[in-house]
Each structure stands twice: as structure tokens, then as C-alpha cells.
């Protein structure tokens, strides 16, 4: 064996990036490695849109510098991909054939956007850098752009394309925002949307695509659409290619325990490669967001050293802006909620919902207009708190006052 670690991570994101942060805060003489097939310091693939957009600079995605893993006293294998795992070895191998012993390992290796079966040079998905960076240069001179899917990924990249850009977004389902938001929050942003000039095709998919000066689109509907670049925002697939040959319990995810444990005692799985439980329900789901990759990587950290901690489950936690307008979703926010308390302000356009379950405690919210209170809500569904007042749903109320009220 060429080298050994105590701590070994598989992916330097949101979830891998926190369990080395939680191991080093509590341990400094450990050794760990880092290994990732990206070879650059840890980025936000959160903010790339707004990279994409011209809004920051590709310095502006860095989350931390080049120097932060040698401060931490870190070993990086970046650039590397980790083609295997043997268990029992145990260790991970390398696509240049080296192996790497591990004492505990984390599989944190993310997911990768789904892409259509038919494909075109002016087709592109977003997830990593590399993506945003031929985004970027598909979008010099384009006059129309076309996205699929209406998530996270598509809305974003639409409102930050330039101004006087055609915009028109595909859609499968008969409404946006479906896995994530009730109808009528979507209804209501689908409104604003629309008169900020997107358009939209609802209940529809892209079935052929025609090469030529332009791209034209031929969509389930038989309408044809004439455009210069196509995005791709369909959900995502977990990378979980290495667990399933390790042998290790898989279903969409890497299935975890309360413990971010997967099947296997020393492999520990955080992030959107992960499948445990949600906050609410208890079922096993992949949230597929930074916070729960975060909450995930540290409770994965804090395990792997030896403390035995439960992860309380994970929440969706959605906050984003959409052609200037702050939008939210947080916990859950799906019309078969036992109570949901509305609250619009016609003058501010400041529309806020909360969702309650049988015994008066808030299990989610949404938000349009205005989301500074989506942290508060989210520490308010964690803490199973029963809703605390209409003044919260107006937004008048003092936030610190709440809080110590949810301490009390
Ligand atoms: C455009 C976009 C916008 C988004 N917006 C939001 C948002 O507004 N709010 C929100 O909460 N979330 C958002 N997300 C989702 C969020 O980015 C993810 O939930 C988060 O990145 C998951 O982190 P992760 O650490 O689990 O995995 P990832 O970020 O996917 O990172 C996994 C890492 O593992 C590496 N890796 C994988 N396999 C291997 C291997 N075999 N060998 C070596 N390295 C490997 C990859 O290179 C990658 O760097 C967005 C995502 C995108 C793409």
C-alpha cells in the first residue's frame, strides 16, 4: 500500500468540505486526503449561474483558497478520480492505479446533472465549472435561449442571461416548482414570471432537436421553437457508482443510518450522493441541497471520529433568486399539508406561507418578495416549534425577540 490515511473523503464540495472542516476542528493529529476529479480548491455551484450571468467572476465561485487544505494539514489528490473501493482492503483506487488505505472513509461524491438522450454541441447541462465556462461561451451572441425543466438549476440561469434575450422554458409537468412548492405559491410565481416576459410551455418536452444556423426545437406539443442554445435542468442522478460495486446498500442514493453510516461500519456517505431520512416523514430521500450536504458532512465528520451523534434528518431548504425576484421553500410545502396559513401583501407583492401539521407545528414555508426570514423558519420546523404568530407571517416581527421566545 503507498499510502495510508486515518480520514479519507471522496469529493471536495459542500458535503466533503464540512466533514474536513468538523475533523480538524476536533482533531489535529489525524492524517486525512482529499481526493477529487476536479482540480481546483472547493467552489459554490450555487452561485454559478450568476458566473454564467456575468454578475462575479469565476474567483468569486471559490469557497476557499489554494492554501486553506495545506493550513488544515490536509493531503489534496485533486485532478485524481477514484475508480474503486475495496472494503475489506481496505482502500480506494485511483484511475492511475495507486490505492489509498483508509481508516474511516466518507463517499461524498455528489450527483451529475441528467442529460437528454438527444443531444447537440448547443446542448449543455450545469453543474460543474467546465460546464458554466461553455455555457458562457454559448451564450456570446445568443439571442434566444431554451431551457428544460424548471428547477434550481434552469430558472436561475434564465433570469441571469442577458436582458433583451428570448427566454422560454420547457417543462414537464403542468406547473413549475412541482417537487418543490404547493400550487398556488407556484401559480403565483408562474404570474410574475410570465410578465417578466418568460415563456413558458407547460406539460411538454423537447422531442427532436434540428441542427442549423439556429437550433430548432420540435416539442411534444408539435409547436417548433427557434433557438441558439439549449440547457438542460432535469434533475440530477447520485454518483453512486462506486458504493454499488463496493457492494454496499444502494437504492437512488447510498442508503445511510442516523449516524450517516452507510451499510458498511467505516464508509460514511454525506451530501446528494446520500439517501436517509427526511426530517419530516422519516422516509429515505435525497434532499439534493447545500445545507443538507453541510448538516450531513459534519454529523458524517463527528461520526467517523468516534463520537456517536444522530443526524435529526434533513430538510428541503430552496432559497434563490428568480428574474429578481427572492423565492423561498422550505421543510414542506405540499398542498396535502393538514394547515397552511397565507398571508399576501398586494402593495409590497410579498406573498408568505406556512405550513403546519395536526398539532399547530410549522413544517414549512414559502416565500416570494422576500425571504429574509427563511433561516428563522427553517430553525423553526428543526426545533418542531408550533408556530409562533401572525406577526411572524406579516414579517413585522422582531426576529431576535422570536428567537429567544423558540430559546425560552
Ligand atoms: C446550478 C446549480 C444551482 C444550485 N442551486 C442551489 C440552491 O440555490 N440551493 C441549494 O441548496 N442547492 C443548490 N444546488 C444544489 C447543490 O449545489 C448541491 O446540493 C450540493 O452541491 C451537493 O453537494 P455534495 O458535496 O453532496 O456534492 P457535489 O457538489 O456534487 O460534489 C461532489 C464532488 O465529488 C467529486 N467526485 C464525484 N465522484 C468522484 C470520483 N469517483 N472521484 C473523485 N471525485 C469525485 C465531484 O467532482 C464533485 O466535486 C444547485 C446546484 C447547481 C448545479
Sequence with gaps: MAQYFDFVII?????GLQALRTL????????????DREDCPAYSRVLTPYYVGGHIDRAGLDIVAQTFYQQLGVTTLFGQSAVAIDPDGPYVELADGSKIGFGKLLLATGAEARTLNISSERTTVLRHAADAEKLITLLKGAK????????????????????????????????????????ETAAILEKSLLEKGLQLFKGND??????????????????????DLLIVGKGVTPNIQLAVEAGLQTNEGVCIDRFCRSSHPDIFVAGDAAEGADFNCGEATIQGNWMTAVEQGENAALNMLGYRVEYEGSLKNNITEIFGIDVAAV???????????????????????VFLDEQQRVIGATMIGETNDAGLYYQLVKTRSRFPGQ?????TANYAETQLRLAC
Design 11 to 15: 469529493g471536495n464540495s459542500a458535503a
Design 24 to 35: 480538524r476542528k476536533h482533531d489535529r493529529s489525524r492524517t486525512i486526503a482529499i481526493i
Design 391 to 395: 406577526q411572524l407571517l406579516a414579517g
Design 144 to 183: 434566444a435561449v431554451t431551457a428544460i425543466g424548471a428547477g434550481l438549476v434552469s430558472l436561475p440561469l434564465l433570469s441571469h442571461a442577458e436582458k433583451g434575450m428570448e427566454k422560454h422554458l420547457v417543462v414537464g409537468s403542468k406547473r413549475i416548482f412541482s417537487r418543490v412548492v404547493d400550487a
Design 206 to 227: 423537447v422531442n427532436q432537436i434540428n441542427e442549423g444556423a439556429r437550433l430548432t426545437l420540435s416539442l411534444q406539443s408539435g409547436e417548433q421553437l427557434q433557438t
Design 331 to 353: 421543510g414542506y410545502c405540499q398542498d396535502d399539508a393538514p394547515v397552511a396559513m397565507l398571508h399576501y401583501n398586494a402593495l409590497t407583492e410579498r406573498f408568505r406561507k
